[in-house]
């Protein structure tokens, strides 16, 4: 087989050719690539600056709301602490007022002791006395009795202690009081206890 120059010569223009197309398409597609690249990388600088002053911007504002957080739990507790200085303040207050009150009754308890034994009449008259001065002063503080008197058991006012037969009135008809009870401000600090007819 003869050797064939002029077609070897050919076969190998067409491949170098070839080669020459798929550089130039190299070219092209790197060119094309690094455009793109070039243009996202102008975007992505472009957006920085962007990004970079919006992140300034959330941080200055999370630094501004950590310090008014800060200053509304420091006015907290300032007004957690002043509220319980004022409630003990008025407690004590409470207090002074309430044995201001009693103070007059003190002096007439000291003069009763001090008085003659001999006479039994004056002596309960003080007695009389400082128990009403007592009482005025309670009632002055809104305590009341329990009235008792011709009145129906009531659980949430009388403390039955004892049952008793009597077929003339209705049951749980109160018919004898055991120890006064009362009420302070329409709240009951201590039942009545009252013996109740149970037939």
Known sequence: MPFDK????????????????????????????????????????????????????????????????KRLQADFENFRRRTRQEKEELSDLVVQNFI???????????????AEANDAASFQQGVDMIFNQLMDILKNRGLKKIETKDAKFDPNFHQAVMRV?????????????????????????????????SN
């Open 6 to 69: 002029d077609k070897l010569k050919k076969k190998d223009e067409e491949k170098l050719e070839e080669m020459q197309r798929e550089i130039d398409e190299h070219d092209e597609f790197s060119e094309e690539l690094a455009d793109a690249d070039a243009e996202a990388a102008t975007e992505v600088v472009e957006d920085v600056p962007e990004e970079k002053d919006e992140l300034e911007e959330l941080k200055e504002k999370l630094a501004e709301d950590e310090e008014r957080y």
């Open 100 to 114: 201001t009150e009693l103070l007059p009754m003190v002096d007439n308890f000291e003069r009763a002791m001090a």
């Open 165 to 197: 037969e009597n077929p003339e009135l209705e049951d749980d008809t109160i018919v004898m009081e055991l120890q006064k009870g009362y009420m302070v401000k329409d709240k009951v600090i201590r039942p009545s206890m009252v013996q109740v007819v």
